[in-house]
């Protein structure tokens, strides 16, 4: 039976005697945590009992400073902790969102710390990128906790500057971006940049401003990692917008090419009759062109190399291969035949290998040996860049080896797709490995030393991984729009155990599909067992489908402070385990996940683990957040999980007779969900992939 709560179920309770008739009295003030408040009459409350109007601070789409007003609801009176959890506090109420430092409320003294939530980003970009031209376009994919009508954030100032010159420009509306490889949608914020009046030939600094609709502005060069970094940091760019820089062309034929007469030209077209028989000749080759040509000795920057169609075993090129501003980029001579160009590892590993900056496109990457290592510049830090872009990994039925792809630093993917062979599983866990993953728009790819992924399919895990001397630890991370399916782990799916401080975690618009034999909970987000504080986590759109998310869990000896913002998710069950699971008196910090403080218009199918209702004992938590549903049966297009045909791969849109909920007016956090399908605020339905009421 389905079940929809609009307040929380303690205010169900009937006042009686002189409480009924007396006037309900204002809150006093707002506790320092910043979802609890001290209502005098907290006995007299009931679902009349008019909201709390909350000025807060924001900004409007031109990036200037705006207040907005939000009403929050007086949503529960607070129960005592283990082993009173039968008693309700006097005076005491949870609120339906936190209210901040920087909040105000007439006639409320607000004695609340908590600062405003940060928005979560990622580049959709690479670093040192090369503008060949007086425009180029950025792009940067956003998340808050304070989305509304149909955006994260209010607007984004994209700036680059020359180290003399900056140029700004503010972006008030998204668009969307679809990657081949993986069929999916990424809506983002995006600028063409106009790079005309800043130095030719300069390296750019790439930095943006994100103005939340409420909260304080967030500069990715102040805000953010300091460069570089695999988390959000600013990037470079080298600005050739009168294309004097230049390009040097080389193509390499295995076959029929020849070292000692090969050429190396501006021109494509000539350099393609004379091509050289392997890419370290090219190499040197380029760099003695651009010393001649365009005075930037020793450096292979903005050279490209073609390899015709044909296998072609991979050589060391490392310092061959040296650049300063951007990287050497290595090709398909035909984009249309990257299926049959193919460059392999030769049955042989490769250590120290390639350059500290190389970028590789339009080719297909072939494994031909078993325990070996294909790409590694040496990296052990995350200074060293690679790229790889519109590419085909193939295992070629070889058995997986967790160093393939070893030490490459930073390591960004995009629209790059798994070959016929089978996924070489590349950028994975290795003990000395610097791999440090971006992947955007590709089918798998992504592997398990991700840091952020974006519109991307077929995703086996996401593991939250500790810091080492050569990785920095995870901040910040973004996961947005991507499908996550996994039939065998015997890890959850998406597996978080870490201290999630103010830069957060964003994870939007995504499918998580549990089937097979996996038993394990489909998101572990900062629960069994976990003691590490987690805030500023953006969980919204998303459908957790085929087994269970346990969240925010304090069911040891530790209390920590954990808090979420969740809107229009649909969960299979939701498990949220506190104090008296524990026996812990003292374990409250999740009590905002429990009171579902920051929640709104989720649906939840079959309740938790160990209830289909809510109360104290629950796992589902103590009450429904605004427009939340239970026992909401879904039917989808093809249910592939663990409650379809278990075989993994289905399709997620909600049946038209669905009765999950509807986004109210105003309040979508984006406009297009990862199948690009519209999200219109009061007509489409909650999850990943949403549907018209």
Sequence with gaps: MQMTIG????????????????????????????????????????????????????????????????????????????????????????????????????????????????????????????ASGPVHTLRLAVAHGFARLGQPVAAVAFVASDGVTSVTQIVSSMTS?????????????????????????????????????????????????????????????????????????AYVDALAGNDATGAVASDAATASAAPFATIVAACVAIRTFNTNTYGRANDTGGGIIRLVEGVHDFTPFKSQGASTHVPLIIEAADPAKRGSTVLTDGGTSKFNAIPTQLKIRDLTL????????????GAASPSHLFVTENCIWDANNTSYYGAWVYRVGRFFQRNCATGAGGDPQQGNFFSTEATMVTAIGCDRCAGTITYQAAGCSNLPEFTWRAPTSARPAMEGIFLGWNVFSNGSTLNPIININAPIGPRGLAFVGNIVESWGSSSNAAVRLNADSDANPAENVVFQHNSIIGERINLMYLDGAVNVAKSAHVSFNLFELLNIKSDLFASQGGNTGNWPVRYKVGWSHNAVANGSNNAADYS???????????????????AFADNRSHLGFDTGGGDYTPALATTLPVIPVGRAAYRVDLMGNAITAGQSRIGAITTTA
Excluded at 48 to 65: E, H, I, K, M, Y
Excluded at 197 to 209: C, F, K, M, P
């Design 177 to 249: 971006a679809h990657f081949d490889a993986s069929g999916l949608h990424v809506p983002h914020f995006a600028t063409d940049m106009d790079l005309t009046s800043l130095t030719q030939g300069a390296e750019l600094t790439i930095d943006a401003v994100i103005y939340p609709w409420v909260g304080d502005p967030f500069t990715i060069s102040t805000d953010a990692d300091a460069y570089p970094s695999p988390n959000l940091t600013t990037l470079r760019l080298l600005n050739d917008r009168t294309g004097a820089y230049g390009t040097a062309f």
């Design 616 to 634: 104290p004992v629950s796992w589902l938590g103590e009450i429904a957040s605004a427009g939340e549903s239970t026992g909401t049966a879904t």
């Design 7 to 130: 307040i929380g179920t303690h205010l169900g309770q009937t006042p009686t005697g002189d409480h009924a008739a007396a006037p309900v009295p204002n809150v006093s003030h707002i506790l320092t945590d910043g979802w609890r408040a001290v209502h005098p009459r907290a006995t007299a409350l009931s679902p009349a009992t008019p909201p709390l109007v909350v000025t807060r601070q924001g900004f409007d789409g031109s990036g200037n400073p705006a207040t907005q007003t939000d009403q929050v609801t007086l949503s529960s009176r607070i129960r005592e902790p283990y082993p009173d959890h039968e008693t309700l506090t006097d005076d005491e109420i949870a609120l339906s969102d936190f209210i901040y430092a920087g909040d105000s409320i007439s006639g409320v003294t607000n004695t609340s710390t908590r600062a405003y939530p940060k928005p979560v980003a990622m580049w959709l970009n690479h670093d040192r990128e090369h």
């Design 366 to 377: 072939r494994k031909t040996g078993e325990s070996v290592v294909f790409l590694d510049s």
